[in-house]
């Protein structure tokens, strides 16, 4: 768990040089070819300093008022998107859980626990990121993903988006990889927060176990999810990594392929070749 014992900063760029490197595998920057495509780097979110330990984690001696707390962490997070947009990066991913394990009843007991309100963190996460994003540079693609855990195919928080849509929904990125590949991330109706212009990608093929999804089940799902969502608006991945640690997840090397092609297939189906 994260403790913050002093003034939170960025003093030097983080994980940018292996996103050089990446990039300079991807043909971003490297020689014109016939195959080119985008680098994309992903980091915690802000809000990830704050959600497991509450303010039972953050120095009341550094920080008595937690305003000056997320000012700072709003201010770190903008000089480091900015060490990423120097060097090129063009599309950045939040990796955020805190939204989708405020879903659960027993997280949010553990946020009274804590002396939070759970009620008012979304919004409070909410606006922390989008005062970290305040200054990204224009042409730079910003999206966040959440999920419910994914630690060796297990999962710690259950139940819907509802309670924490419209805080999410006013994060200003430009798109949201959602969880929806069980029963544990609820209905699509929260989908219908989603404003114009934005894009939610469709986690409904599972990176816990192995089995493969039917093509015509994720068909049907993506058709149930356009009734709030127009289908433009609309894209297709797996539920999370195949791995969120060096443990792995209880997927073999092939059967991750395979989700993979289904992905691109369903896809093609639905959208076509574009």
């Known amino acids: 768990m994260a403790v913050v014992t002093?003034?939170?900063s960025c003093s030097k760029p983080i994980m940018v040089d292996a996103f050089v490197y990446l990039q300079s595998l991807t043909g971003t920057r490297a020689a014109a070819g016939p195959q080119r495509a985008t680098a994309k780097v992903a980091i915690p979110s802000p809000s990830m300093l704050y959600m497991r330990g509450g303010r039972s984690a953050v120095s009341s001696a550094v920080y008595p008022d937690l305003t000056q707390f997320w000012d700072d962490v709003a201010g770190a997070y903008r000089t480091a998107i900015r060490y990423f947009a120097d060097r090129g990066c063009a599309y950045l991913q939040l990796d955020d859980v805190s939204f989708a394990y405020l879903c659960?009843?027993?997280?949010r007991e553990g946020c009274r626990l804590n002396g939070d309100d759970p009620a008012a963190l979304p919004q409070t996460f909410a606006k922390v990121?989008?005062?970290a994003l305040r200054a990204r540079p224009a042409g730079m693609t910003v999206t966040m993903h959440t999920c419910r855990g994914n630690f060796r195919s297990s999962w710690v928080a259950e139940?819907?988006?509802e309670s924490i849509a419209e805080a999410m929904f006013?994060?200003?990125v430009d798109g949201f990889f959602m969880e929806f590949d069980s029963a544990r991330a609820g209905s699509f109706e929260?989908?219908?927060y989603l404003p114009a212009g934005k894009r939610v990608v469709l986690g409904l093929v599972t990176t816990k176990q192995g089995a493969i999804e039917s093509a015509d089940d994720i068909k049907r799902r993506i058709d149930a999810a356009s009734t709030y969502v127009p289908l433009e608006s609309l894209c297709l991945s797996p539920q999370?990594?195949?791995s969120s640690t060096h443990h792995g997840n209880a997927v073999s090397e092939s059967e991750q392929w395979r989700k993979l092609e289904l992905v691109v297939q369903v896809a093609r189906d639905v959208w076509g070749e574009a």
């Open 6 to 8: 002093g003034r939170v």
């Open 104 to 107: 659960d009843p027993k997280f």
């Open 129 to 131: 990121v989008n005062e």
């Open 159 to 161: 139940g819907g988006y």
């Open 170 to 172: 006013s994060i200003d």
């Open 190 to 192: 929260p989908l219908r």
């Open 240 to 242: 999370c990594g195949f």
